[in-house]
Nanobody, 119 residues
Framework: QVQLVESGVGLVQAGGSLRLSCAAS????????MGWYRQAPGKQRELVAV???????NYAASVKGRFTISRDNAKTTVYLQMNSLKPEDTAVYYC?????????????WGQGTQVTVSS
C-alpha cells in the first residue's frame, strides 16, 4: 500500500500563487510516476502535471508555463507550484502515483485538496 498526504489547500485571488505538496509513504520503493490531477465541479478529472522517476514531465496545455512540478531528492514528495492562477483553475487537486509491485502496476490517489481562485 501507498499513502499520499497532500497539503496546500488554499483560496487565492486571480493572478496569485499557491504551492501544493504530496508526500508518499508505505511501499514506495517502485514509484514510476507521481503527479497531479484536478476535478472541477461537473467536469471529469484531468491531468495537470506528472513527473516520471527519470524526471520527465508532462503538463496539461492549460497550465503549461504557469505551473511547475518538482520533487524532493528522495523522490517521495512532489510539489506543484501554481503561478498566475485563473478562476478556471478552481478545482479539487488530487495527487496520484503509479508504482510497480511484483511486476504489476498500481495506482494510488490522495484525498484531494481544494484550490479556489477568485476573480
Amino acid at each position: 500500500q501507498v499513502q499520499l498526504v497532500e497539503s496546500g489547500v488554499g483560496l487565492v485571488q486571480a493572478g496569485g500563487s499557491l504551492r501544493l505538496s504530496c508526500a508518499a509513504s508505505g511501499c514506495i520503493f517502485s514509484i514510476n510516476v507521481m503527479g497531479w490531477y484536478r476535478q472541477a465541479p461537473g467536469k471529469q478529472r484531468e491531468l495537470v502535471a506528472v513527473m516520471t522517476s527519470g524526471g520527465s514531465t508532462n503538463y496539461a496545455a492549460s497550465v503549461k508555463g504557469r505551473f511547475t512540478i518538482s520533487r524532493d531528492n528522495a523522490k517521495t514528495t512532489v510539489y506543484l507550484q501554481m503561478n498566475s492562477l485563473k478562476p478556471e483553475d478552481t478545482a479539487v487537486y488530487y495527487c496520484n502515483t503509479l508504482v510497480t509491485r511484483a511486476g504489476a502496476p498500481y495506482s494510488y490517489w490522495g484525498q484531494g485538496t481544494q484550490v479556489t481562485v477568485s476573480s
